[in-house]
């Protein structure tokens, strides 16, 4: 199972790049998710977990036969890892070995080791110094590929800032606002850039078609291969006039929300605010509670119904699941009108049906941000479903300590 696995996560990350729409990261970040669940499944066999509130690390010395998934306010790789390697950090940096696949997962992520396999890292900042064995995905606000890198097969990279200086032993599909070349690659090169860039050393085996609203030169030294293909960006279609059927419909959802939160806070006051107060304290391991449910239920749930004999329970943790995502919005609402009212009336006592009246309506206007409400959403559940979660766990180990 774990080598179909494997084969199936080698296909997900090369990215279709023949179509453009302006500068994104969106079908990198669809890839990174479908990357999450194909992760989940390939290691669901041998894994080793390490989750802590401090610094996770793997010494020099140190050998994880297994796969490791790693979570903690910053996660140190110097030893080596023979499996695939999960983790999600604050500060992320990788200088030993994985002999398997990369998924991380950072505010900062530094790859300045081996690895094996393929690699997907996604962070504000994102720094590649180490040998990628195959496919490398990266999408950040920075993303650098130092002259010290290297890449098996392919590149595909997205970030405000993008510097490609290493060495791409296939072909690059990149996307940035402002995108430097320096380094070389032996393939192709598909880019789409507000502002692109050849450095004197770059050398390119291939064609470069790229998209940009100015045509570039190629500076004294640099190479390009194959042909060179300017394409203008695309013009920006017309919006289409709003119907009225979608205001009515986010009010309906933003008051079934409150219906619903305000009927939880009265048959199940002391959970609901033991989940709220989850939300915070601290954020991150609601984050991480959120995202290891969000990307583990659904592969358990698949592996219970796999055995015929777990199709009940199977079916009660989908259901169960469903109602999670579908309530997630609720303690986080509670908890955003909570501290705005707290901090207008100084710590005074707040009304959780006022502050989840509020809640709705601040999340409501947040989620129909354009372009930013999808990631509104995401952040929601992820938090909504680590508060219920350790709320949930708190009520199980006060029942069994009474």
């Not at 997900?12 to 890839?31: E, H, I, K, N, Y």
């Not at 107060?277 to 219970?304: D, E």
């Not at 559940?381 to 949930?392: C, D, I, M, P, W």
């Amino acid at each position: 199972m774990k080598k179909s696995a494997r084969w199936a996560r080698s296909c997900v990350l090369p990215l279709p790049t023949t179509r453009w729409a302006g500068p994104s990261v969106l079908p990198l970040a669809v890839s990174l998710c479908l990357t999450i669940l194909l992760f989940a499944i390939g290691s669901a066999g041998a894994t080793e977990l390490r989750v802590g509130e401090g610094t996770i690390s793997v010494a020099e010395d140190e050998v994880i036969s297994d796969d490791l998934l790693a979570f903690a306010n910053r996660v140190v790789i110097d030893g080596v890892v023979e499996g695939d390697l999960i983790t999600a950090a604050s500060k992320v940096t990788v200088d030993g070995e994985v002999k398997g696949s990369v998924l991380a997962l950072g505010q900062s992520v530094t790859l300045a080791g081996k690895v094996g396999s393929s690699a997907r890292l996604a962070g504000e900042d994102v720094t590649i110094m180490g040998e990628v064995g195959r496919n490398l995905a990266a999408a950040g606000s920075e993303v650098y590929l130092d002259k010290t890198a290297s890449v098996g097969n392919d590149a595909h990279l997205a970030g405000a800032i993008l510097e490609v200086d290493g060495q791409i032993d296939r072909n690059a599909d990149v996307a940035s606002n402002k995108l430097t070349i320096l380094g070389s690659v032996a393939g192709r090169v598909k880019a789409e850039a507000t502002k692109l860039s050849l450095g004197p050393d770059a050398d390119i085996g291939g064609n470069l078609t790229y998209r940009s609203p100015e045509e570039i030169t190629v500076p004294e030294g640099a190479r390009v291969g194959g042909k060179i293909k300017h394409l203008l960006p695309r013009e920006k279609a017309e919006p289409e006039p709003k119907s009225p059927f979608g205001f009515w419909w986010a009010l309906f959802r933003g008051l079934a929300v409150f219906v619903t939160g305000v009927v939880l806070l009265a048959l199940f006051r002391g959970h609901m605010i033991n989940a709220v107060n989850a939300v915070s304290q601290p954020a991150w391991k609601s984050l991480l509670f959120g995202f290891l449910i969000l990307v583990v239920t659904p592969v358990a749930t698949i592996i219970l119904c796999i055995t015929l004999i777990g199709i009940p329970l199977g079916i009660l943790l989908c259901l169960g699941y469903v109602a999670a995502l579908l309530l997630s919005g609720i303690p986080v609402s509670i908890s955003i009108g909570r501290w705005l009212l707290r901090s207008l009336q100084r710590g005074r006592s707040v009304s959780p049906y006022l502050a989840l009246f509020i809640g709705v309506i601040i999340l409501g206007l947040l989620m129909h941000i354009p372009y930013a409400g999808w990631i509104v959403r995401f952040v929601v559940v992820l938090f909504g479903l680590g508060a219920l979660s350790r709320a949930a766990k708190g009520m199980l180990m006060g029942r069994a300590s009474a």
